[in-house]
């Protein structure tokens, strides 16, 4: 994850975070100012009406208990009181239509009051019964009262809402008590259970009043119901209640009331209209401190949403600023280090493999910085100046490889010249031993693999092999001078053209580049297997394919090879790949040429290598322009001594099966040769010598610089053929494998004259045709 949505969501999380917050408290606080303002509409359109049923039921209660005490003029005081009642309860279901309220009891309660009626009018039952169903509905009416209007989900309404309900149960228990005096009729008997439920309401009501009406009232109530109950006919009624509970007397059916009683019903028409004042300026009061507590909670939750606003508004800012103010940061040490990754570094890095020096001013530099993209900077700095002096070592242990590899390969090649000039030594003097003549050449040829193994070692120590060559070579004869380093040279089939040239200064490393590809095409191919190169002309420039019959390899292991032609490893990759370094010398190769080198597999199963030497590389070939063949390289000699060798059969093995002139053709057509048919005329050392004496190469009568006149080919004058050119020893080898070499012994005069030299050569290619031939009849 980016740094930038990281920082992005360090803002979102807790922004997001503190707006789900901010909507759940502004929600829970509109539902909240949204009841309350429900309740205080409920209270507004349903309390009064609701309290008015109250009141008329135990208005209703009373006269019904006095219809069954028998008193005077019960029945039409009866009759008034349950008009009253029957316009307040269809008053109250007008209006209580709101199915989520708890206003289903009372409404219950009230269908069920007709029944009650009929058995008080019977005289059905007791009266007690009767009476506890009135009881019931007025409790259902309290009980509305406490669900709904007491506002429980806020403290400081509950708090002034408790006296209003706390009221309501008062005059309930002193309705009862004026209920069982009305039951008590003219006579004044009570049973036991009227006195007793006399006694309980006398009690509840006192409680409610010294426990839960007057510690809640507020000032200006607390003064109203002190006047209440201060008056006349609260003390009448506090009198007759303490008259009732001490001056009563028992009676075998009963309880008899003291005559005191008699005045309870003026007090009580008297002090209930008062406690109904009271009860309403506290039910008002409480509405008008919902509605307060309403529109408080509405202007929270708008100063609660323009404050979150406000914050969020700052927090986006500051991140904002901060994020900006943080990747600004980063993306300059980002812009700096790049820079010094992908051109600072590679540049200094070069210079230290090139053995200069680097400027230090050029290096970022630790500035000491203590915050934490200062710290980062310092650390890549540090990085940086680690690296840089770890490539300064290795750059001077690469430099140190170079000379300690260089002095022993300067050593080694000099010891490779001296057994190479004993070599040609031997093969002079018994060159009429053709037997033994193979095995010199054998051991020649082992000769020039081991130097071409020291000019490798040189070549990945980072020196160059130098080019002798001083004219244009034709890509047949390079062809040919490449395959004729490769120890098993005889499996190797050449096609190439003689139109085309290459530049003298570039002949030795192309020739060892496709020396290298055919000597790994030779060994990683069956051992009788033919190994083709043939090249041509593109686009690009020139085209060498190098094409075996190996095994399969897999496309990761092509992978693998081309990068090792691609790019230059360190030493711990050639350390590791000790035993297959001929890719790497290739790849050093290439690159010093500007060429290109691919391997992909063959379409016959094996590799296919294919180099594209580039143009500026190549040169046309005049009609007349010299063949230079292999003589920079010393192979000639040996296929020339091996001719006469396979003749006999002595050598066969020594002998390329595809010798063919490099001309760019096929090889010659197969089938056995007539020994008498025009057979050419033979040196006295049995080599094949054409009459007509044409100077094919009148170039090679020139003695090329650098090369001493001692190392030309001598010719004594009594003998019969020229003798073959001479290897000279450290001619075509780089600068550093020479070496004071220990004096060679004196070569005798070249008195040879150019169409000699050129007459030896004509004899050399006839007698490779014919081993070609004698030994393409052998194969099967």
């Known amino acids: 994850m980016r740094l930038r949505t990281l920082l992005i969501w360090l803002a979102v999380v807790p922004t997001v975070a503190m707006g789900t917050q901010v909507t759940v408290s502004a929600q829970r606080l509109l539902e909240q100012s949204a009841q309350l303002r429900s309740d205080v509409e409920a209270s507004e359109r349903i309390g009064a009406p609701l309290y008015t049923l109250l009141v008329d039921l135990q208005a209703e209660r009373t006269a019904t208990a006095a219809l069954w005490a028998a008193a005077a003029g019960a029945e039409g005081e009866l009759r008034v009181r349950r008009e009253a009642t029957d316009l307040a309860a269809a008053e109250f279901r007008r209006l209580a239509v709101d199915p989520s309220r708890s206003f289903t009891e009372v409404t219950r309660q009230l269908d069920r009051l007709a029944a009650h009626r009929q058995r008080a009018d019977l005289r059905s039952g007791t009266?007690?019964?009767?009476?506890?169903?009135?009881?019931?509905?007025?409790?259902?009416?309290?009980?509305?009262?406490?669900?709904?209007?007491?506002?429980?989900?806020?403290?400081?309404?509950?708090?002034?809402?408790?006296p209003v309900v706390s009221m309501l149960q008062a005059t309930e228990m002193v309705a009862r008590e004026d209920t069982v005096l009305a039951l008590a009729g003219p006579s004044g008997d009570l049973t036991f259970s009227g006195y007793d439920q006399f006694v309980s309401s006398l009690g509840a009501q006192r409680y409610l009043h010294e426990a839960l009406i007057v510690p809640h009232l507020g000032a200006r109530d607390q003064r109203f119901y002190d006047r209440v109950v201060g008056s006349a006919d609260w003390q009448t009624k506090t009198r007759i209640e303490n008259a009732v509970l001490s001056g009563h007397k028992d009676t075998p059916t009963g309880i008899r009331l003291p005559a005191e009683?008699?005045?309870?019903?003026?007090?009580?028409?008297?002090?209930?209209?008062?406690?109904?004042?009271?009860?309403?300026?506290?039910?008002?009061?409480?509405?008008?401190r919902g509605e307060a507590k309403a529109a408080e909670l509405e202007s929270e939750v708008a100063w609660l949403i323009g404050g979150s606003a406000g914050g969020l508004l700052a927090v986006v800012v500051v991140v904002v600023f901060t994020t900006r103010s943080v990747l600004r940061r980063l993306h300059d040490l980002h812009e700096r280090t790049v820079t010094v990754a992908e051109e600072t570094l590679p540049d200094v890095v070069a210079r230290l493999q090139r053995g200069q020096t680097v400027d230090p001013g050029t290096l970022p530099s630790v500035t000491g910085e203590r915050d934490e993209v200062g710290r980062v900077s310092d650390a890549f700095a540090r990085a940086v100046a680690v690296s840089v002096d770890g490539h300064r070592r290795l750059a001077a242990e690469r430099h140190g490889f170079g000379l300690f590899a260089s002095g022993i390969a300067s050593r080694t090649g000099n010891l490779v010249s001296r057994q190479l000039s004993l070599t040609e030594e031997l093969q002079d003097t018994f060159g009429h031993d053709e037997a033994l003549l193979a095995r010199l050449m054998r051991s020649d040829q082992l000769t020039v693999g081991m130097r071409r193994q020291i000019e490798n070692l040189l070549i990945l120590a980072g020196g160059e092999v130098p080019d002798p060559h001083t004219e244009p070579m034709r890509v047949a004869d390079l062809l040919r001078e490449a395959a004729a380093e490769?120890?098993?040279?005889?499996?190797?089939?050449?096609?190439?053209?003689?139109?085309?040239?290459?530049?003298?200064?570039?002949?030795?490393?192309?020739?060892h580049l496709l020396a290298e590809l055919l000597d790994n095409a030779t060994r990683f191919s069956p051992p009788k297997s033919k190994v083709v190169i043939r090249a041509e002309l593109v686009a690009d420039g020139l085209s060498v394919e190098i094409e075996d019959r190996g095994p399969r390899v897999s496309p990761e292991r092509y992978e693998?090879?081309?990068?090792?032609?691609?790019?230059?490893?360190p030493y711990s990759v050639l350390a590791q790949n000790a035993h297959r370094l001929g890719l790497f010398v290739v790849g050093h190769l290439a690159d010093r040429l500007g060429a290109t080198v691919t391997l992909r597999r063959s379409v016959y199963g094996g590799t296919c290598a294919v180099v594209v030497l580039p143009a500026d590389l190549l040169l046309a070939t005049a009609p007349d322009a010299p063949r230079e063949g292999s003589s920079g390289r010393g192979a000639p000699r040996a296929l020339a001594a091996a001719a006469p060798a396979a003749r006999n059969g002595a050598a066969a093995h020594a002998v390329p099966a595809d010798a063919a002139p490099a001309t760019g053709t096929a090889p010659a057509a197969t089938g056995p040769v007539p020994p008498e048919a025009d057979a050419p005329a033979r040196t006295s050392a049995g080599l094949p010598s054409r009459r007509t004496v044409k100077p094919l190469v009148p170039a090679l009568a020139v003695r090329p610089a650098g090369v001493p006149a001692a190392a030309r080919p001598a010719l004594t004058a009594g003998a019969a053929r020229p003798a073959l050119p001479e290897r000279v020893p450290q001619t075509h080898i780089a600068d550093q494998l020479r070496a004071p070499r220990a004096p060679e012994p004196a070569v005798r005069q070249d008195a040879a004259t150019p169409e000699e030299v050129a007459d030896a050569w004509a004899d050399y290619e006839q007698g490779t045709q014919t081993v070609e031939a004698e030994l393409r009849r052998d194969q099967p």
């Open 127 to 162: 009266p007690e019964a009767t009476l506890t169903s009135y009881s019931e509905a007025i409790g259902k009416v309290i009980q509305v009262y406490q669900q709904e209007f007491s506002h429980a989900e806020d403290a400081e309404l509950a708090q002034a809402s408790r």
């Open 261 to 288: 009683v008699a005045g309870w019903s003026s007090a009580h028409a008297n002090f209930s209209v008062q406690m109904t004042t009271l009860n309403i300026d506290l039910a008002r009061s409480v509405l008008a």
């Open 486 to 511: 490769v120890e098993d040279f005889r499996r190797i089939e050449r096609q190439a053209l003689d139109e085309t040239s290459v530049e003298p200064s570039a002949i030795s490393q192309i020739s």
């Open 560 to 569: 693998e090879m081309n990068s090792r032609l691609h790019q230059a490893p």
